[in-house]
């Protein structure tokens, strides 16, 4: 199993970025899907899910209205496009496939670091 997340780094306030987290080794189709990110000396936080077959979508008040997930199931992969972002968005961002029934299996990619400064 691999979650392999890209397109993070260095963008200024107001800029915009595009994650993407590659899938492999399961069925991406039986998994929802999230971002999570960490900033330095904080917990993990949810930022934002889609669920595996209806496409509905939840994101984290902080980010709402700024940022979008989207999956492609033909692709295997996962992106959330950012915009607006605002330097309290800097975080290492990963990537999770989480299935729960009829058992629990829960992935997580390797993060990629972005930054908002100017």
């Known amino acids: 199993v691999q979650l392999v997340e890209s397109g993070g780094g260095l963008v200024q306030p107001g800029g915009s970025l595009r994650l993407s987290c590659a899938a492999s080794?399961?069925?991406?189709?039986?998994?929802?899907m999230s971002w999570y990110r960490q900033a330095p000396g904080k917990e993990r936080e949810s930022v934002a899910r889609?669920?595996?077959?209806?496409?509905?979508?939840n994101y984290a008040d902080s980010v709402k209205g700024r940022f979008t997930i989207s999956r492609d199931a033909a692709k295997n992969t996962v992106y959330l496009q950012m915009n607006s972002l605002k330097p309290e968005d800097t975080a290492v961002y990963y990537c999770?496939?989480?299935?729960?029934?009829?058992?629990?299996?829960?992935?997580w990619g390797q993060g990629t670091q972005v930054t908002v400064s100017s």
């Open positions: 999770n496939a989480l299935r729960e029934w009829p058992n629990r299996y829960d992935y």
């Open positions: 080794g399961f069925t991406f189709g039986s998994y929802a």
């Open positions: 889609i669920d595996r077959a209806w496409g509905i979508t």
